[in-house]
């Protein structure tokens, strides 16, 4: 088992390193180097009070650690403020809190993507370098934290795209395993929907809408397709014949009906939705909606009637999964940053994350926790998250990534809805990305 895990993290290490160049691609905020780790512990100063910063969590697993924390910390409570579920929104409320240095909001919880941008713009602090276990977490996740090999986030859960299926209606089509490429998935939904148990359903659904959602679904169309984005020296790279082929799959799933119309407008919670009602035979989504699809509560319409495997390559290559995730960070403009400190220890503990997975499917970044029988016991998915894991990639890492992810989602979707052809959608996009490379 030790020498498994070794390996694991290797793999789990190489998932990210073909991007580390990016992160100190583009523009933005200071200059100079950030501040050393070793004088960050100087840093977090007072107690009191503090704002965990968040979008919704339906499963209400970190709000239970938020109540333990409160009940042993009187006088210094934790209020989590919700922010929208919109990824996008969620960025664009936490940039204008720190633009203006507002003390309003304490911990932050960041996409995975956003460690870059946060940490040159001085709105996230260093962590001292003992902070965390960083040891004993997926590499690949402690990498997202960290800008200019300094830590700046507590990993609190990695991710990796999974594909839902149905089970029971792939069996009733004689389909014995689930498709490992996208013409597989297609010659599949041929005989599934062709049941009359499956009257009314469409194929397959990922997450559409012009939002950091797409980016991402993009992202995994291309890398599917044996691409990337940006090479290992932080160019663009998406006017190549992978990145066409990635792309032109998604839209001619839109336009030969394999996808929903209303996919368009997809998030993940709008996806979940669909494929919990019986309206999808394949879903694209992450590991979280794994409580919702099993709820005994009357409310999932597939309840012991699925399954799920990685993502399904394009052509001869292998499914690529996005790396996913989220980190906590700490503002520099609250007051309270001892506390602030010692919570965001405390919350992505080893400890509280096993806690958390009685009510929570979000993957812990601890392997220990990934790989323990009692654990896969009730997350029977967790190995296949691993082999996910393993060949994921990473989302630029770069300083302005806002604008590099609106170019994305303003190109795909373009090619999504017909408004541009797939070729000039990506010749477009590489403009946009060559001139936010060269500012």
């Known amino acids: 088992m030790r020498q498994r895990r070794h390996n694991r993290r290797i793999l789990l290490g190489t998932a990210v390193l073909t991007i580390s160049a990016l ?23 007072g107690r009191g009070p503090i704002n965990y910063v968040s979008s919704r969590d ?18 210094e409570q934790v209020t989590f403020i919700e922010l929208p579920d919109s990824a996008d929104q969620q960025r664009q409320q936490l940039v204008q809190n720190a633009q203006i240095e507002s003390d309003t909001f304490s911990v932050l919880n960041l996409d995975v993507v956003w460690t870059s941008e946060f940490a040159a713009n001085r709105w996230i602090l260093p962590l001292p370098e003992d902070a965390l276990p960083t040891d004993s977490m997926v590499p690949a996740a402690v990498e997202t934290a960290t800008y200019r090999d300094t830590l700046y986030g507590a990993p609190y859960y990695t991710d990796g795209a999974l594909l839902y299926y149905r089970t029971d209606l792939l069996q009733a089509a004689g389909i014995e395993a689930p498709p490992t490429t996208w013409e597989e998935m297609t010659a599949a939904c ?14 397959y659904a990922g997450q559409f809408d012009k939002n950091e959602a797409l980016t991402v679904n993009f992202t995994e169309a291309v890398g599917s397709a044996g691409g990337q984005l940006f090479d ?43 494929f919990q ?23 999932s319409a597939v309840v012991d009637k699925f399954g799920m495997s990685s993502v399904p390559g394009i052509g001869d290559n ?25 919570f965001i220890q405390f919350f992505t503990s080893e400890e509280e994350s096993k806690a958390r997975l009685d009510k929570s499917s979000r993957a812990p970044v601890y392997p220990s926790l990934l790989e323990d029988p009692a654990v896969v016991e009730n997350r029977p998915f967790y190995p296949t998250l691993l082999e996910s894991l393993e060949n994921a990639q990473a989302r630029p890492q770069v300083v302005q990534y806002g604008a590099t992810t609106t170019a994305i989602q303003e190109e795909a979707y373009a090619a999504l809805t017909g408004e541009k052809d797939p070729e000039t959608a ?9 001139a936010l490379a060269a500012d």
């Open 23 to 45: 992160a100190v691609t583009g523009c933005g905020g200071s200059s100079e180097e950030p501040e050393a780790q070793q004088d960050a512990a100087a840093a977090f100063e």
């Open 190 to 203: 041929e005989k599934v929907l062709a049941l009359p148990e499956a009257e009314g359903m469409s194929c």
């Open 232 to 274: 290992d020296d932080g160019a663009p790279t998406v006017d190549t014949p992978e990145a066409l082929a990635g792309l032109s799959q998604l839209t001619e799933a839109f336009n030969d009906g394999l996808v929903p119309s209303d996919a368009i407008t997809y998030l993940e919670e709008q996806g979940r939705r669909a």
């Open 318 to 342: 292998p499914g690529v999964s996005t790396l996913g995730g989220r980190n906590l960070a700490v503002s520099p403009f609250t007051e309270n940053k001892a506390t602030a400190l010692e």
């Open 58 to 75: 339906a499963s209400g697993a970190a709000q239970d650690t938020i109540d333990k924390w409160n009940a042993e910390h009187p006088d």
């Open 426 to 434: 990506l010749a477009d996009m590489q403009a946009k990305l060559e």
């Open 277 to 299: 009602e019986g309206d999808l035979v394949f879903l694209r989504n992450w590991p979280f909606v794994y409580s919702s699809l099993t709820a005994t509560d009357g409310s």
